[in-house]
């Protein structure tokens, strides 16, 4: 039997976390709007828009995987090392998919990938509903 203790990640199944529906939700987002974009402006829109969406989605992903590893009073200190690490790695990897995009992707609709990465990470801004609602059920 394995005794718990501050450097134990939880075994909750992501799907189980807090931020699930938030994830969820940017990933609708991060699909949906895309899909009406190729449909309302054409092929080059939508699947640059799909990459912005990615570059919001993804990274924030990696935090959820990296900060929610940990629970407990006695893992503070592993939590907030973990949250200080989900961040710095999801600043990197918006960067590199940023860099990535701008470089590898032509043509491309600079509007598009920045209107819809800004339309996922809104989804953040109405996360303590998201997050309420599913508690309370």
């Not at 699947?47 to 919001?56: D, E, F, N, R, V």
Request: glycine share 10%.
């Amino acid at each position: 039997m394995q005794t718990l203790d501050a450097r134990t990640p939880n075994r909750l199944p992501f799907h189980r976390l807090p931020v699930f529906p938030v994830l969820m939700v940017q990933l609708g987002v991060a699909l949906a709007t895309p899909l009406g974009l190729w449909l309302w402006q054409g092929s080059v829109a939508g699947y640059s828009g799909l990459c912005g969406g990615m570059i919001a989605f993804l990274p924030n992903l990696y935090f959820a995987r990296k900060a929610f590893r940990f629970s407990g009073a006695r893992a503070a200190q592993s939590i907030v090392r973990s949250f200080y690490a989900g961040e710095a790695g999801k600043l990197v990897l918006t960067a590199v998919l940023f860099a990535l995009t701008f470089a590898g992707v032509k043509p491309l609709d600079a509007l598009a990938v920045f209107g819809v990465f800004l339309l996922t990470q809104a989804v953040g801004w109405f996360s303590p509903l998201l997050v309420k609602r599913r508690i309370t059920n």
